[in-house]
């Protein structure tokens, strides 16, 4: 099975920046549809961008302009920059993965990594 690793989370100023690395194990990677979703302390979890197995680009209208998702299928790897960031921000950012053509929400992603904190300060 799919495991999924995320890394680069940590503290950070409100209009900095940071970037998120999620590093996935197994041959299915470049065929996947790669997601990020984050949860706060009390709120329910969300999407925050996708990139589909040909590239397609999707993202939360919250984070659009500020956040760019990518992903390098030579190094099994999605990645999620984050520029401007602002306090809402705050949240553990999870990378999954799911199948084609199953859609964007989280009940789609089949496969999930235990979470990074990104944590944005005044």
Known sequence: QVQLVESG?????????LRLSCAASGRTFSSSNMGWF?????????????????GGKYYADSVKGRFTISRDNAKNTVYLEMD???LEDTAVYSCAASKP???????SFEYWGRGTQVTVSS
């Open 9 to 17: 989370g940590g503290l950070v100023q409100a209009g900095g920046s």
């Open 38 to 54: 984050r949860q706060a302390p009390g709120k329910e979890r969300e999407f925050v961008a996708g990139i589909s197995w040909s």
């Open 101 to 107: 053509n199953r859609g964007w929400s989280w009940v």
């Open 84 to 86: 401007s960031l602002k």
